[in-house]
């Protein structure tokens, strides 16, 4: 077991180095130290675990890198491998990779009257400029290493999720009017944070001000402990010692492009999605959530 954790930390820093090779070079020890303290698993092309959209999924996203509007958070760099795990893990040239998450304070975009939980501020109070149907939501067409990269911030919380982005990948579609149309989901999952990285940055501004109890990674009712296989990003701080200045994550999807998946997987209560009344809730923000988000 202690030869396999040690190759596949290996894999993950491999994977992380090709993926930010564009951009300023790391040490292989500072890079190896980020893998071994957010994930314990291969970042290798592996069909990852499939997950259900949950209920916050809207349709026409931007094809944009930027997807924050202005919203406030810690800076997230994203990059997204896509490979072909029927062709040799290949990567999948054009594959369009779409992701979705909560702001600081576990408001999605489309539903910004949906209780995150805990006590939060209405969302209309954090003083951007974003568009309420469009902020945080975004695709990017994999270039021919199979690559995207988003410039987002790390997602707050909401009962009672963990820390978490959605991703949908998309292949024979085509970008059209902003966005992108046609084709077949081959893939419906989320991304997840490790708990020792949230816990810094929940104490932050603005996430602070959202107080209550959040869900930790063992805890989630979508997570299954897989480390990378099930959606754990590596994630190397930009700022050793300040989370404040951002980070950037990395991960691996490996995919069928001839399949399509559509988020029938498992994961908890209700598939880890659509809370009991079959939408989010909709009240404003309070103390208690009247009908728990489990997107």
């Known amino acids: 077991m202690t030869g396999g954790t040690v190759a596949a930390g290996g894999l993950a820093v491999a994977g992380y180095q090709a993926a930010f090779a ?30 259900t959209e949950g209920p916050y999924y809207l349709d026409g996203a931007l094809v944009r890198k930027d997807i ?12 997204i491998v896509v490979q072909d795990t029927t062709d040799s893990c290949a990567p999948v040239a054009g594959a369009a990779v779409e992701i979705w998450h909560c702001d600081a304070w576990g408001y999605y975009s489309g539903y910004t009257t949906a209780n995150p939980g805990g006590s939060a501020p209405a969302e209309s109070e954090d003083g951007s400029d974003a568009n309420d149907q469009t902020y945080l939501r975004g695709y990017q067409i994999a270039n021919a290493n199979g690559v995207v990269k988003f410039e987002t911030i790390i997602p707050g ?37 490790d708990d020792d990285v949230v816990e810094q940055i929940f104490e932050l501004e603005p996430y602070n001000q959202h107080s209550g109890t959040y869900t930790k990674l063992d805890d989630d009712m979508v997570y299954d402990g897989g480390g990378a296989s099930s959606g754990l990003l590596t994630l190397k701080p930009v700022h ?12 691996t999807v490996g995919i069928d492009p ?5 988020g029938a997987g498992g ?19 309070s103390d208690t959530p009247s009908t728990p988000a489990s997107s």
């Open 267 to 285: 994961g908890g209560e209700g598939g880890g999605g659509t809370p009991p009344s079959g939408e989010p809730p909709a009240d404003a923000p």
């Open 157 to 193: 919380w909401y009962t009672p999720r963990t820390c978490h982005i959605h991703v949908k990948v998309h292949t024979g579609g085509e970008k059209e009017d902003g966005t992108y149309e046609g084709g077949t989901v081959n893939f419906t999952g989320q991304f997840f944070f």
């Open 22 to 51: 564009d951009e300023t070079a790391t040490t292989t020890t500072e890079a190896a130290a980020s893998a071994s303290t957010t994930s314990t698993s291969s970042s290798q092309c592996v069909l990852m675990s499939s997950v």
């Open 240 to 251: 050793k010692k300040d989370p404040s200045k951002g980070y950037k994550g990395y991960i």
């Open 68 to 79: 924050t509007e202005g919203k406030s958070g810690v800076p997230l760099t994203l990059r």
């Open 258 to 262: 001839d399949a399509e998946n559509t």
